[in-house]
């Protein structure tokens, strides 16, 4: 009797292991974040990159290359955002199912802008020294919340594919997840509204789909979506633009080239952060609501 319970207790442990979910490996901490979100409670997913890093550029540590090779499952933004993971996800994952949310028919996506001024089709192509490709896709689609909330339903269906036992829980967690982000988007309006119609300058080219989505358009940005470094003509462009259009405020990511500043605003002006990465939270669950929230309350830098 005894050795039969005994037994019994043995024969539970696969299917104690089979209850762990699949291994997940991510890209960038908002991405993370919303894979925490729907698996919390199953397991945690993978943060590939070091928060805090630039994604444009970036090389993999060992431990980050060994976290991408244990995954049954990749998700990041696709290579529009970060062209050095894609040959690491074929070579060290290449058994892995592979989800690119930039590449997914429902995500909300918008063309790339170019250059110093936006909302300008007029100036001239000579005074630029632009040669690179007008098409594509601007990468940063996390920073509209509708697409965090497209996301989560799609990430619920992709761990369900490979994960069946736990559906339902990533099902329920996803239909959390949207209504807390629906939730945050009511708190962002209320935050922004007594700013509307702020005129300012973003340093990255990062975030049209927060101004999209907010109604908070910038009048142009001093690095293109590529976080390329602008050059000299485009600093004297923007120097002009500045004086003439009488903008005081820059919004820029946590780093900034203070001599750019001097360069590009010599009359002094209002700075304030937008961290499209939430490099200052947590990584986690929490991370992507509060990041959108912490870049509506970067603008309030920019009010007078
Ligand atoms: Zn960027």
Known sequence: MRLSIFLCWAC?????????GPEVATDIAPVHSLVARVMQGVGTPELIMRPGASPHEYALHPSEAAALARANLVIW????????????????????????????????VYP????????????SAEDHDHNHDHDGVDPHAWLDPANGQIWLRLIANELSALDPEHAGIYADNAAQGVAELDQVRREIEGVLAPLRGLKYLVYHDAYQYFEARFDMPASGAVSDSDAS??????????????????LTCLL??????????????????????????GIDIPPGA???????????KGYDACAD
């Not at 539970?12 to 762990?20: D, E, F, I, Q, T």
């Not at 970060?82 to 909300?108: N, Y």
């Not at 790339?112 to 100036?123: I, M, P, S, T, Y």
């Open 252 to 277: 820029s990511g946590p780093q900034t080239d203070p001599r750019l500043m001097q360069a590009i605003f010599p009359q002094g002006a209002k700075t304030g952060i937008l961290d499209p990465l």
């Open 112 to 123: 790339l802008r170019q250059g110093a001024q936006f909302g300008e089709e007029d100036h």
């Open 12 to 20: 539970l442990v696969p299917s104690v292991l089979a209850a762990k």
């Open 229 to 246: 470094m602008p050059g000299p003509a485009r600093i004297a462009e923007l120097r002009e633009f500045t004086a003439q259009g009488g």
């Open 286 to 296: 929490g991370l992507y609501p509060a990041l959108l929230l912490d870049m509506a």
């Open 77 to 108: 933004m696709g290579p529009g955002l970060t062209p050095w993971l894609q040959g690491a996800v074929e070579k060290l994952a290449g058994d892995a199912a592979q989800v690119a949310l930039l590449e997914a028919d429902a995500t909300i």
